[in-house]
């Protein structure tokens, strides 16, 4: 092999391996070559129904409060209740030392007899003097002095009796009973401590059903709330749900009552309270009585519901973005090129949201495939999955769940 064949065997070595790196080349750039468009799944926007919910948060409060003092001053002998326990109105609770009452009232009331059997003495009297009027012994001074007395006595005989009516009322508020049914707290005094009316409060019972929730309201949401729901019902147009500290959704059903005449200067909030059923959950022994679900001063969450759904301008959930600038979808625009549209919502539910502006009637928004798409670009569209369309027809028959509203703070 002369020079010439080495050099062109060392030019044909060279030139294989860079043949198979451009082969190799090639072929990854048909790979990475597009193929077409993106495939997207669409759906157009339409009214959906949605039931509208404004959450808050608020207290449990009892509709009756009793702080149970003394009216007398006495000895407690006996406690007749169990703390904790449920008690019904005119329930004995205190029983007060009675024996001191006892003879008091004996003493007023034999005052009043002893008066009487005077009274009784001045009738004869005067009806004598006055039968001896038409005769020569009858003095007409003797006649009014008769009735002057009698009268007197009359009055002492009344101002007697109003002494034993105290007595009575003393002697019966030795016995303390319970002016409404509740459940009773803790007592303050045990037996055998003297108790008077400037001991304070003895025990405290508190209502258990109904029960009332309580929630401020920001003047600016409520204002929103007034214009939603006055033309439409007033109180009648919502309902009260209560999500309870664990998170479970209270299975009763309450209805609002009352909005607050005043404003909170320190929160610029308004007050709102419902009305709610608390039944008995069972019956135990150990706990004194029934157990129920709510409890006086529970912090809960407020939930306050429209009763009648609103038509909405609804996408599924899923398709929302967001960034620092807020929310976003794409839609498919003029030649099938995505386009971003910025958006703003309403009241939403977990899979439905509500668009109140940034889209119009039938546009078409991408759902699926929305990690392939980047704004200007064309995409193939297409009719978005069974899933999506099922998820949409689902909430828009109320099983959506309702999403979070901006509330105040008790």
Not at 3 to 31: C, E, H, K, W, Y
Request: charged letters at 20%.
């Amino acid at each position: 092999m002369d020079g010439t064949d080495s050099m062109r065997g060392r030019i044909s070595g060279l030139l294989v391996p860079a043949g198979l790196a451009f082969a190799v080349m090639s072929a990854a750039d048909a790979q990475m070559a597009p193929s077409g468009p993106p495939a997207v799944g669409i759906i157009e926007t339409v009214k959906r129904p949605v039931t509208q919910t404004n959450e808050f948060l608020g207290r449990i409060e009892a509709t009756n409060r009793v702080n149970v003092v003394a009216r007398v001053t006495a000895f407690l002998e006996k406690r007749n209740f169990v703390e904790g326990a449920e008690v019904k109105a005119g329930d004995l609770l205190y029983q007060l030392e009675r024996g001191p009452f006892l003879a008091d009232l004996e003493s007023k009331k034999a005052q009043v007899a002893q008066l009487q059997a005077t009274l009784a003495n001045a009738v004869l009297t005067t009806n004598r003097a006055k039968a001896l009027l038409g005769g020569p012994a009858g003095q007409q001074s003797t006649y009014d002095a008769a009735v002057a007395n009698q009268q007197s006595l009359e009055a002492q005989v009344q101002a007697a009796q109003a002494q034993v009516d105290l007595s009575q009322i003393n002697l019966d508020y030795t016995q303390i009973h319970s002016p409404i049914d509740g459940r009773i707290g803790r007592t303050a005094v045990t037996e055998g401590n003297v108790v008077t009316p400037s001991s304070g409060t003895l025990t405290t019972i508190v209502s258990q059903d109904p029960m009332y929730v309580t929630f401020p309201v920001p003047v600016r949401e409520s204002l929103d709330l007034r214009e939603r729901y006055a033309t439409r019902g007033g109180f009648k147009a919502v309902v009260i749900r209560v999500r309870l500290p664990d998170g479970r959704l209270y299975d009763k059903v309450g209805a609002l009552d009352f909005v607050n005449n005043t404003i909170a200067q320190n929160t610029d909030t308004i007050t709102l309270r419902g009305t709610i059923p608390n039944p008995p959950l069972y019956n135990s022994a150990e706990t004194g009585g029934p157990v129920r679900e709510l409890t006086d001063n529970e912090f809960v969450t407020v939930l306050l519901e429209g009763v009648e759904p609103v038509e909405v301008l609804a996408i599924p959930r899923s398709a929302v973005l967001s960034d620092q600038q807020g929310e976003y979808v794409y839609v498919v625009g003029a030649e099938n090129k995505a386009e971003q549209r910025r958006i703003e919502l309403g009241q939403s539910t977990s899979t439905i949201a509500a668009v109140t502006k940034g889209l119009a009637l039938g546009d078409k928004v991408i759902v699926e495939g929305l990690q392939k798409v980047k704004p200007g670009e064309v995409v193939a569209p297409g009719p978005a999955s069974a899933l999506i369309q099922s998820s949409m027809k689902a909430s828009a028959d109320g099983v959506g769940s309702p999403a979070k509203a901006s509330g105040g703070t008790p």
